[in-house]
Each structure stands twice: as structure tokens, then as C-alpha cells.
């Protein structure tokens, strides 16, 4: 059976569009038992639709009851007893039906129990209301007497099932055989019975599958590339440009070359986030004059369209030019104070307050990392500066990078003005190459976060409105970035102290609550391997990067070693009971002699993996950690659990020293060996 529904709708928010996908129709078909083969979920500006084929009826679902024990389901004569009859009635289930299965009670009988398959078309309603009930959009609108409530107000509803259509009500509207077509180019009834549908909606201006409108806005970009400039297709934007318009053409402006002099980041600022355009670079990798603006109308005459966008962006760009000027005649340092008077959040101060704490903790992590302080203290004064301009105010986007630009036009070092910069970095995997803005980065995101738990602005579900997890995963991102050794308990511990001479309380257990809070994201990075993380993680955490070479160390170890080498580890964790930290071994209880060779084989570990540690060559340390034939010796000939209460815990001893070695690396209880 082939199916097809469609919603039409005012101009939907093109970010919001971009939720929907396959995945989001198929959990409901799943849900409803609806066997499908080819599904396609497609979306415009104006539009929802699902194309499906499917079985005319729903798949019979086949629930296992559990009866009597079969100790109880025959007589003497092996004839059927009744309590196994009265089973089979009650659950319509015949003798042939019945099979017997083991349960941890012992064997009892079974039977599956199936449901009734019903007609799709009679739930193809309620499938498609909850498919557009569970979309993910963060947003709603109500509409008429504000009894329905949707992304944007709905206007039609098409519901067929083999060019029949298949009654059904939502929001206000009864499904109907025919949609319409582009609002501006066929805006009439187009009727889909007996019709493909996204070939007739195409003959109307409408290309309904939003790959070929990516596919043709790409298509004509490159056509429009030639040897002296090349069209930058940014994702994002090609992303967005695409759910705004239901018929691509594109068109090709430009610009005056003086515009040219101004900050190229701001031009492509107010293109890209302002106006939709892409943007083009020349033979040199710099912007050229050219943009490309994609129109969802065509006319007998595309150059009204042309100077139109043209008109726009240079209007846009004179804005610019203007408050670029008025920004030089400021100096970045005289801002800084004027920083009191711009709110960072009501519980945790000003910007200058910030700025401050950015500077001191800046500073610190400065001299962990082995950076430059003076240069680093002296961004980090001036790192928030710009949010007065005129420019960022206009531009929001370009914070940091204006601030950079500013202070090189100022005269200030050109390692403060790369510091400035990086700042907001690591973006779209670009990371900050310099150990000053690297160290002034992770501030301003330690800060970010650290004050995020203060004013409990903690992330719920979905919402992270402050981006304390994309801070936290910004300060992962770098440490692994650049290899880099830092604890970041004591960097956190450090930012405390910054808010507690701010005025600021907080609860003692806030420092373990952000170190988990980051933990959480690092475990999220590596969850295929999450028992291999966990071992790690659940010991160590203060220093990211060295976390992750133990777990890089402990992967290739446990891939490579025999599962007898393993076990004999783990064996030793499962033995030691929780919380039991004796590690004092008295040798003269000794019985045997394997316990006294355990025992110096474990002194000489201390002694000759120290290297390994201090080189972080964690492999090698657990490597040479295990000797099978003393470990199964051991177990072999010593019993652990002795009756005398001295020697098991003597032995109990033993093990402990052995597993504090192997802690410096993970805690083999959560493995799975």
C-alpha cells in the first residue's frame, strides 16, 4: 500500500526543520506495528510530507505468557491436566501451541499470545498525529481560538492510501486529495490522486525533497566558481538556505571593492548571518567582491533581484565601515572599566568582574601550562573589552575576533592580540595555537562553568541555556588538542577562590558536582568503550589528558592480553572486600613459600614501574605488572580466606598492595572479563 501525507503550513523557522529526518517517522510506524519497506520524510518552508509503502495490515505482535510448572501440566497417563487446560482456554491457545520453557522457578509452559491485526488505513490517522506530535521543536504557536498548537498555523492536510483518501482531522483541517504549489509561482490546488507527488509538485515550483534542493544550491555555486574565485559552501548555512526556500535560484551579486579594506570576518558576518548569502575567495584565499544569493522566486528580469540584495548589503556594509572607525578612536583599554556597567548575570556580577576573575585565573593555569603570564594577564584584562563597540554590538558573531583586530590596530603585542582571539576557540575545529590563548581560553570556560553551578545554572534534559557542557567539552577538546598535562581540580579550586573574595557562597560539595559535571562529558566522548573509560575515570580524573593515555594504554592492553592474564587481575579486585585499605604485610605470618614470593615480586613493582609512571608510558606499566606464573602460583597453593582472622587479613594485605599498583592505571571491576 502506498501512502502519502502532507501538512501545509505558514513559512516554517528553517533551524527547526532541520530535526526532522527518517528516524523521526520510523520508532511511530514501529510503534503501531505498521510493516513499511520505503519511507521518505520530506520538508519545505511551506511544508511536512511522508511518502511510504507499507502492508495493507499491521504486524501480529506475539507476547509470551508463562503458565503452570510442568511438574503440574500432566497426570500419571502423560494426559493433559487442568490446570495446563484451563491455561490453553484462558488464553485461546491450543495443546500444539504449547511449548515448555526454562526459568530460573524451573520449567514451566508457555504459550504466544497474538494480537489482532488491524487495517493501517483505519490508524494511519492517529500514526501521522503522533509522528507530528513527537517532532523535537523547540517551539510552538497557537492559532485561531488557540485550541491547536503547532510549529506554525496549518493550513491543509493531505492524507491518501492508494489514491484514496483516508479520512482524518487535525488541527482544524479534514484531510482533502489536493495541496498547493509555490506561493508566489503556482499558488492553486494541485490534486494528487493517481499522481507522483513529488513530480507534480515540481511542475509547480516545488522540489518537496530537500537533498536535491541542497544538491542544486551546490550545483549552481560551483558553476558559479571559475579559476579567479571560488564559492565557499558553508554547512551551515547551505543547511539553512535550503529549508528557506521551496524552489532554488541562484543568483550571483557584488560589492564595492572599498568595502574590501574593512575586517573580513564582519563582511562575512553580516553575508552569511545577516543576509543568507555565501560568500566567495579569490586565487589568494582572501573574500572577494562577489556573493551568490538564493532566491526562492525567478523573474523575466533577475537583475531587479540582484540590485535589490546589492542595495541591502551595501547599506549593511556602510554601517559597518562607519562603526569600524568610531571603534579605533576608542581604545580598548578605556572600556575595561566602562565594563561595570555591563550585567555578566544578576548572581555572579559584571563583565569587569569577569574580567578580572579572568585575569587571576588566567594567570594560573598560565603557569601550569608553561605559557607566558604577562602577556596572558594582559589579554585577559582587555579579552571582553570589544562587547562595547559599536561593531560587536551590531555583530555579535565577530567578539573576540574585533577585540583582536582592535588591539593590533592599538598597538598592543601581537601575542595579546592572537591571545584575544583564541579566547573563544576551540570553534568549527579550530583550536588556539599559542599556550597564552590556550590558558586564557580554558579560563574564561573553567569561569563560565564554575559560575554556572554557583548561580545553580546547572543543565536540564535538553536545555543547556548558558553552554556549560559545551564549555565543558571545550576544555576536553583542548587538553587533547594540545596534549596537555593540567590538573584541572586544582584550576577549578582556583576559580572558587575567585568567586568566594567576589562575595560569593557555595556549598562545599560544588567542587566534586563540577569535576563529575566535566567527567560526564568526557565519558559521553568515549562511549564505545565506556567500561575501559570508566576504570579510568572512576579513579583519576584531575588531569584529562593523562586519563586519556591510560585509557589508550588500556585498550591496546586489553585487546592484546589473554583472557587468564586478565582474569587474574580482576580476580584480585573481586577477592578485596569494599573499603578495605590494610596494606601493611607482616611476614612472619607467612605459611607459604608462594606467599613470600608474591610479596617481594609486588616490592619489586614499586620500585622498577616508577618510570614507566613518571614517563607516562602506561602500557609498558601494565605490561610488566603481570607475571602469570606467580599470580596463579599463588592462588593456587594460598588459601585467602583463612580461618584465622590474622593471616586473611594479612593476606588480604598482600592482594591490596598489588591492586594500588594496578590503580594507578584503572580499576579492573569494570571490566567485563
Not at 399 to 411: P, V
Request: charged share 30%.
Amino acid at each position: 500500500m502506498k501512502v502519502l501525507f502532507e501538512i501545509l503550513t505558514e513559512e516554517l523557522p528553517a533551524r527547526e526543520l532541520l530535526k526532522i529526518n527518517n528516524d523521526t517517522i520510523i520508532p511511530i510506524l514501529d510503534k503501531y506495528s505498521i510493516d513499511y519497506t520505503d519511507v521518505y520524510v520530506y520538508y519545505t518552508p511551506r511544508r511536512i510530507a511522508v511518502e511510504l509503502k507499507c502492508d495493507s495490515l499491521t504486524k501480529q505482535q506475539k507476547q509470551k505468557l508463562t503458565g503452570p510448572p510442568k511438574s503440574v501440566c500432566f497426570d500419571d497417563n502423560g494426559k493433559p491436566t487442568k490446570a495446563l487446560l484451563s491455561f490453553l482456554e484462558k488464553n485461546n491457545a491450543s495443546i500444539e501451541e504449547c511449548f515448555f520453557e526454562e526459568t530460573k522457578k524451573g520449567v514451566y509452559a508457555c504459550v504466544y499470545l497474538k494480537s489482532q491485526s488491524q487495517q493501517v488505513k483505519e490508524i494511519l490517522c492517529t500514526v501521522f498525529s503522533d509522528f507530528l506530535s513527537n517532532l523535537p521543536f523547540s517551539v510552538s504557536m497557537r492559532w485561531g481560538d488557540g485550541r491547536w498548537a503547532f510549529l506554525r498555523p496549518v493550513h491543509n492536510i493531505v492524507l491518501i492510501a492508494d489514491n484514496e483518501v483516508v479520512e482524518c482531522s487535525m488541527f482544524g483541517c479534514q484531510s482533502v486529495p489536493f495541496t498547493y504549489g509555490h506561493r508566489f509561482l503556482s499558488n492553486y490546488k494541485i490534486d494528487l490522486l493517481f499522481k507522483d507527488y513529488k513530480e507534480v509538485l515540481k511542475e509547480h515550483y516545488v522540489i518537496v525533497n530537500q537533498m536535491q534542493r541542497k544538491e542544486i544550491i551546490k550545483s549552481a555555486l560551483s558553476a558559479k566558481s571559475s579559476s579567479n574565485k571560488q564559492y565557499v559552501i558553508d554547512g551551515e548555512l547551505l543547511d539553512e538556505v535550503t529549508n528557506l526556500v521551496e524552489y532554488p535560484h541562484c543568483l550571483e551579486g557584488s560589492f564595492e571593492k572599498d568595502f574590501l579594506e574593512l575586517p573580513q570576518e564582519v563582511l562575512i558576518s553580516s553575508m552569511k548571518l545577516n543576509q543568507k548569502y555565501f560568500y566567495s575567495l579569490d586565487i589568494q584565499n582572501k573574500l572577494s567582491n562577489n556573493f551568490c544569493v538564493v532566491s526562492n522566486i525567478f523573474t523575466d528580469d533577475d537583475g531587479l533581484i540582484i540590485k535589490g540584495n546589492e542595495r541591502v548589503l551595501r547599506a549593511r556594509f556602510r554601517d559597518a565601515a562607519f562603526f569600524y572607525q568610531e571603534d579605533l578612536k576608542v581604545k580598548l583599554s578605556d572600556l575595561v572599566e566602562k565594563l561595570k556597567t555591563m550585567l555578566f548575570h544578576e548572581k555572579l556580577g559584571t563583565m569587569f568582574d569577569k574580567a578580572m576573575r579572568l585575569v587571576d585565573l588566567s594567570a594560573y593555569i598560565a603557569t601550569l601550562i608553561g605559557a607566558k603570564v604577562e602577556p596572558t594577564k594582559r589579554a585577559a584584562y582587555l579579552s571582553k573589552a570589544d562587547l562595547l563597540t559599536h561593531m560587536v554590538y551590531e555583530f555579535p558573531e565577530v567578539q573576540g575576533i574585533m577585540g583582536s583586530i582592535y588591539a593590533k590596530k592599538q598597538s598592543e603585542d601581537d601575542l595579546v592580540s592572537q591571545c584575544i582571539f583564541e579566547q573563544y576557540l576551540p570553534k568549527d575545529e579550530v583550536f588556539p595555537k599559542t599556550k597564552e590563548g590556550i590558558a586564557l581560553s580554558l579560563a574564561d570556560k573553567f569561569d563560565l562553568i564554575v559560575g554556572g553551578f554557583i548561580a545553580d545554572l546547572k543543565p536540564t534534559g535538553n536545555k543547556d541555556p548558558y553552554g556549560l557542557r559545551r564549555a565543558a567539552l571545550s576544555i576536553i577538546k583542548i587538553a587533547l588538542n594540545a596534549k596537555l598535562n593540567f590538573n584541572i581540580v586544582d584550576v577549578t579550586k582556583f576559580a572558587l577562590t575567585l568567586y568566594e573574595k567576589q562575595g560569593l557562597s557555595f556549598d562545599e560539595e560544588i567542587l566534586h558536582t563540577i569535576i563529575d559535571f566535566i567527567k560526564a562529558r568526557f565519558v559521553n566522548m568515549f562511549e564505545e568503550q565506556s567500561e575501559i573509560v570508566k576504570s579510568v575515570v572512576e579513579v583519576d580524573f584531575s588531569d584529562i589528558y593523562d586519563a586519556f593515555l591510560k585509557i589508550e594504554a588500556l585498550k591496546i592492553f586489553y585487546n592484546e592480553s589473554g583472557s587468564d592474564i586478565l582474569f587474574s587481575i580482576k580476580r584480585i579486585f573481586n577477592i578485596l572486600p569494599s573499603g578495605f585499605e590494610k596494606t601493611n604485610v607482616d611476614e612472619s605470618l607467612f605459611v607459604f613459600d608462594e606467599e613470600s614470593k608474591f610479596y617481594s615480586y609486588t616490592k619489586g613493582l614499586k620500585c622498577n614501574l616508577e618510570t614507566f609512571l613518571k614517563s607516562k608510558d602506561y602500557l609498558s606499566y601494565l605490561k610488566k605488572l603481570v607475571d602469570k606464573n606467580i599470580i596463579s602460583n599463588f592462588f593456587d597453593k594460598v588459601l585467602i580466606m583463612d580461618k584465622d582472622e590474622k593471616i586473611k587479613n594479612n593476606r588480604l594485605a598482600l592482594l591490596n598492595n598489588y591492586r594500588d599498583l594496578v590503580l594507578k592505571v584503572a580499576d579492573f571491576k569494570y571490566l567485563s572479563i
